[in-house]
């Protein structure tokens, strides 16, 4: 239990790491909070026009929940990589270092997913491009990924694990509320549209 306990303060810091805040530091871009959306996720970042920055953001907040899942199943066990995935998230989610405001969650749970289950991951990863194609909307690629990753995990990792994807995914879903009432109303911005 204590290993479990401490897995989840140590994954839970990792993700509170902010890679958006992080590139826009790097690159310039001012403080990203007060660009576009005010999220300090890929998506925003791109709303800069910095590429760049924003595949390095996404790379970043998929990487951390994807090392804080291997790392905890390689020191400790498949209970702890579980443990760790939900709390890198909620890291992401609600942040320490910025007053537990952060972004959506969206990279670091398909990078959570990726080391979970490589399968269900990619599959998520692949609905999410899919709709993005033809939507060209972030959010609405983001609900549709999250929601068909439990359905993923029923497949190709086993039911338990299911349960705690469609945990995670619920957290993305009410995350993404106010997008949600965007695309209902039909004033959501698309990939790569300045805000």
Do not use: Q
Request: hydrophobic content about 60%; glycine content about 12%.
């Amino acid at each position: 239990m204590f290993l479990l306990i401490l897995t989840a303060v140590l994954a839970y810091l990792l993700g509170s790491v902010s890679f958006g805040l992080l590139m826009a530091r790097v690159f310039g871009l001012g403080d990203l909070r007060s660009v576009g959306s005010g999220n300090i996720g890929a998506t925003n970042v791109l709303r800069t026009g910095n590429k760049l920055a924003a595949l390095l953001t996404l790379i970043g907040d998929a990487g951390k929940g994807a090392a804080a899942v291997l790392l905890a199943r390689w020191l400790v066990g498949e209970d702890a990589a579980g443990v760790a995935a939900l709390f890198a998230m909620a890291g992401h989610l609600w942040p320490v270092f910025l007053g537990f405001r952060g972004g959506k969650g969206v990279a670091t749970f398909l990078g959570t997913l990726l080391a979970l289950s490589f399968p269900v991951g990619l599959a998520a990863c692949a609905t999410w491009l899919v709709a993005a194609l033809i939507f060209r909307f972030s959010s609405l690629s983001a609900l549709a990924a999250s929601a068909l990753a439990p359905v993923y995990a029923l497949f190709f990792y086993h039911w338990h694990g299911a349960v705690l994807i469609l945990l995670m995914s619920a957290l993305v879903w009410v995350k993404h509320r106010s997008n949600i009432s965007r695309l209902l109303a039909g004033t959501e911005p698309k990939i790569g549209a300045k805000k």
